[in-house]
């Protein structure tokens, strides 16, 4: 079975602070996408950033970056200089088909001013 | 412009009765899903629609429930006879076409409370 696992329930850091959360994932395939979603109190989820598994190199979206670890099957976001308007719950997900994503049960994650 | 909408935002409803959620996609985008979000939860595919293909129907939980789409427009989630396992965010997105390169655009869902 393919699985995404989100070790961390809830994070809260001070503002400006750096904030990296985990995300860990099970597949046989080589080649996929993996995924990491913003849902603030509105309910919709956002796309945060985008990573290709074929890609060695780690996705960066300005304070968003991520570190990928192919062979640990690990795919960690870092949030940089966080923001008050970061905090909602964060979402890792993985695509295993040409459409269908995978989620993991997210992490709460609270900027503190 | 506009967005995914869906629509109510929010339904109370007695256990058994049935209930009909609607989902408006973005103009021109081929593909819908919908998925289901349980307190605390990740998201649980429920169906795909692409185009005038078959849908794919292998997320629903039960016969209770069922998904149309007519064309490449609105789609609509019905759940007959309503449980309290039912009581979730019934989330709507949809993409211009299928796969990685064409991101996923979310409505606000629909919180469906079953007492």
């Not at chain 2, 039912?86 to 390169?101: F, P, R, T």
């Amino acid at each position: 079975a393919q699985t995404v696992t989100q070790s961390q329930p809830e994070m809260s850091v001070q503002e400006a602070e750096t904030v990296t959360l985990s995300c860990t994932y099970d597949t046989s395939e080589n080649n996929y996408y993996l995924f990491w979603y913003k849902q603030p109190p509105s309910r919709q989820m956002i796309l945060v950033i985008r990573q290709e598994a074929y890609k060695q190199q780690n996705a960066t979206e300005n304070r968003f970056s991520v570190n990928f670890q192919k062979a640990a099957k690990s795919f960690s976001l870092k949030i940089s200089d966080s923001q008050l308007g970061d905090t909602a719950m964060y979402f890792c997900a993985f695509l295993v088909s040409n459409y269908q994503l995978i989620w993991g049960a997210g992490t709460k994650l609270i900027i503190k001013p | 412009g506009a967005g995914v909408s869906q629509s109510p935002s929010n339904k109370v409803t007695e256990k058994g009765k049935d209930v009909e959620l609607r989902c408006d996609p973005i103009s021109g985008h081929t593909a819908l899903y919908w998925y289901r979000q349980r307190l605390g939860q990740g998201l649980e595919f429920l169906i795909y629609f692409q185009g005038n293909s078959a849908p794919d129907k292998s997320g629903l939980p039960s016969d209770r429930f069922s998904a149309e789409r007519t064309g490449e427009s609105v789609s609509t989630l019905t759940i007959q006879r309503t449980q309290q396992e039912d009581s979730a965010v019934y989330l709507c997105a949809s993409s211009l076409l299928q796969g990685a390169n064409s991101p996923l655009h979310f409505g606000n869902g629909t919180r469906l409370t079953v007492t």
